[in-house]
């Protein structure tokens, strides 16, 4: 297209996998690339695959990546000409891509007029309605200038009557007008919840969008969600990619998604995607962007909000079509039309994409920080990985804790789910807790097989039953390995008698005794090398049938009740990180000699994790209920409330609003009154 150059350098202005992913298709396009970095980041695998990089000094958002000024400089500083938001940030952005054009910067991604048309749900649902695209009833509840007050009485009246008129029934959605990720939402149950969730919608979303706006809306029971990409470019040419299921959901956030549908037949499909496109020109869109519905079990669908860029979830899209979104992204940016293969796509079998999250499923999903000592996904076919850390990347609180996207195609639905199952059941992600576990559960869930799915998925299966740890055999098995492994690393080490077979006595004993803790229970294994092998005991019951062939640091081979197994071991500190083909588990070894810690005192609340505090909801001498909230902390972008383990008496508060707390920081003490 005259006077629209090709892009010869672009500054990505993300991090993590899709950063990676973004450098990976320029690079295959000759397109240089330069990474921009906050201190957290600088060890990052995308700094390093980058051709240049750029620090934005500092370690939260507000300060790095959200700094429009300091990106648009870090791409006038390195010559680039393009500039790529990523998912995320200041990707939909309307006055950040604004600055880009004004900057003379090519900005991959819509006009700002289209996302400043999509960015405020409410007014994406009147455009929508509009354009003839079904929507839910919805009522406005904008924030107070100047700060985010909590719903009065005549507000919540106000509200309620606003509701009855517009016919929404409880239970209701609270909803924020800007940004996703189910940030900013709640479920209210009934009247007298209605001003904490709507105060605490408000709050997260000026938290994580700038915005605290917030509106109600109609809930969808047992609904599924399905969304279509859809691409244009500059030419006046529009087309969808087909839709994407993405109904298995935990706090509002999607961590498998696939394609297609297996709820949508080809009449459905075309009625979604033609609903899709008709919301797209709506708005003139250029670019890749997504459009989302919720699909009830009437089969009508509402249009729930249009997302102006690259998703997560893109990978699916683009193993069943056979497309590089990023590169057609990079071509439209330049000013090309579509290509034909992008208006004749086609989809060819089926993707299913797990996100591999830093997280504890059976802490409710709260995100997990540390160092990852060790990331390694073993080949599989058809099995894609966008990953984006390394060994020794360390997690923060600071960003969202995906660690990677672990996508599988096959020819059916079914080869992709078990592949993509086999292939999470051999990662071994050691330093931090993840929800590798759950993914495999629900891969291999008959329900989930059967495409049985919605929102709800979650919550009619326990997510702690369908991520459960290693039963007891395997437990006992990969706490022998760990200490077997353990005395041949001490050998190992050793320059006295090395010829020697780890443990051996010359004098038989009762053995040597090592004991672990791993998922809160303590197991105790005793073992003794002698003239006629190894005998080993867990937990005082002796392994049936033991037969060491291999005892090494890094793991052994062992045969235990006749089968054979080969058990690898990694020592990090005091922990050893096993790993099976009966799963995997983290063992820490207790101190022979611990020093005395003091006892906490009774009733005092700590922090769940790193984060900062938002809300404190008490204050000292008041009195409190039980499971009323106390403190609110924000950690990578969502609140945690911690609350009141019985009724009593706040007799202390130790934080305040805005202050930065460690994991097991004490935030406040509920005594509870004596009767």
């Known amino acids: 297209m005259t006077g629209v150059p090709a892009i010869g350098k672009l500054l990505v202005a993300a991090r993590g996998e899709i950063a990676l992913r973004i450098i990976r298709t320029a690079h295959e396009l000759d397109i240089a690339t330069v990474a921009v970095f906050s201190d957290p980041d600088a060890g990052a695998p995308f700094v390093a695959a980058a051709d240049e990089a750029v620090a934005l000094p500092g370690a939260a958002p507000a300060a790095t990546y959200l700094r429009a000024d300091a990106i648009i400089a870090a791409a006038h500083a390195t010559g680039a000409q393009a500039l790529h938001p ?5 990707s939909e952005n309307a006055a950040f891509a ?9 900005f991959v991604g819509p006009p700002a007029e289209a996302i400043e048309a999509m960015g405020s749900k409410i007014r994406a649902k009147q455009l929508m309605a509009a354009a003839g695209v079904p929507v839910l009833p919805s009522v406005n509840v904008s924030a107070g200038a100047g700060g985010l007050p909590a719903v009065t009485g005549l507000d ?18 609270v909803k924020a007008a800007f940004g996703g990720g189910g940030r900013g939402m709640r479920i ?3 009247p007298g919840d209605l001003a904490e969730a709507v105060a605490g919608a408000q709050r997260e979303a000026a938290s994580a969008f700038g915005d605290g706006s917030v509106f109600l809306e109609r809930y969808v029971g047992r609904p599924r969600h399905i969304e279509v990409q859809i691409i244009g470019d500059a030419h006046g040419n529009l087309t969808h990619l087909f839709e994407r299921e993405c109904s298995v959901q935990r706090r509002y956030q999607k961590i498998i998604e696939e394609a297609p549908s297996p709820a949508v037949d080809d009449r459905l499909r075309a009625e979604l995607t033609a609903a899709a496109v008709a919301a797209g020109r709506a708005v003139g869109y250029v670019g890749a962007g997504t459009v989302e519905f919720v699909l009830d079990t009437d089969r009508c669908f509402y249009f729930l909000e249009m997302n102006t860029r690259l998703q997560v979830e893109h990978p699916v899209t683009e193993l069943v079509t056979g497309l590089d979104l990023v590169a057609v992204q990079l071509a439209v940016a330049e000013g090309h039309p579509l290509p ?9 079998g089926h993707a299913v994409e797990a996100r591999l999250y830093a997280e504890d499923v059976g802490a409710g999903f709260q995100p997990a920080t540390g160092t990852v000592h060790r990331f390694a996904i073993g080949g599989v076919p058809g099995v894609r990985v966008d990953a984006g850390v390394a060994d020794g990347a360390v997690v923060t609180a600071h960003y969202d804790p995906m660690l990677a996207k672990v996508i599988a195609h096959g020819p059916t639905r079914e080869v992709a789910c078990r592949r993509l199952a086999r292939a999470l059941a051999r990662v071994q992600v050691h330093g931090v807790t993840t929800n590798r576990d759950l993914l495999v559960g629900v891969l291999r869930e008959p329900e989930f097989r059967a495409g049985v799915i919605d929102t709800g998925y979650l919550e009619r299966h326990d997510p702690a039953k369908l991520g459960a740890a290693p039963d007891g055999d395997a437990l006992a098995l990969h706490a022998a390995a760990a200490a077997l492994a353990g005395q041949a690393r001490r050998r190992a080490a050793t320059t006295v008698l090395p010829g020697i077979p780890p443990g051996w006595r010359n004098v038989p004993g009762d053995g040597q005794v090592t004991a672990y803790t791993s998922a809160g229970q303590e197991v105790e294994v005793r073992y003794l090398a ?10 005082g019951q002796p392994l049936p049938g033991l037969i060491v062939h291999r005892a090494a640091p890094d793991g052994v081979d062992v045969t235990v009740g006749g089968v054979r197994r080969r058990v690898s071991v ?3 500190g005091a922990v050893a990180y096993v790993d099976s083909p009966l799963g995997a588990s983290a063992l820490t070894e207790v101190e022979r000699f611990p020093p005395p810690r003091p006892p906490a005192e009774p009733g005092s609340l700590f922090a769940p994790m790193p984060g900062t505090v938002v809300r404190v909801a ?15 902390v924000e950690a990578m972008k969502m609140e945690h409330t911690v609350r009141a383990p019985h009724g009593g008496v706040v007799t202390e508060v130790g934080v305040h609003a805005g202050q930065a707390v460690d994991a097991g920081t004490r935030l406040a003490r509920v005594e509870q009154e004596p009767g």
Request: glycine share 14%; hydrophobic share 45%.
């Open 530 to 539: 002698g003239r006629s092998g190894v005998r080993v005991s867990v937990g």
């Open 86 to 90: 990523g998912y995320g940030f200041l």
């Open 156 to 173: 919540r009246r106000e509200i309620d009557a606003q509701r009855q008129r517009a016919g929404i029934a409880y239970p209701l959605l």
């Open 340 to 348: 034909a293969e992008v208006t004749s796509a086609r989809i060819t």
């Open 188 to 190: 209210v149950a009934g």
């Open 618 to 632: 008490v204050s000292p001498g008041e009195r409190i209920a039980a499971g009323a909230p106390v403190v609110v």
């Open 98 to 106: 604004r600055a880009c054009a004004q900057a003379g910067l090519i």
């Open 570 to 572: 990694h020592r990090v």
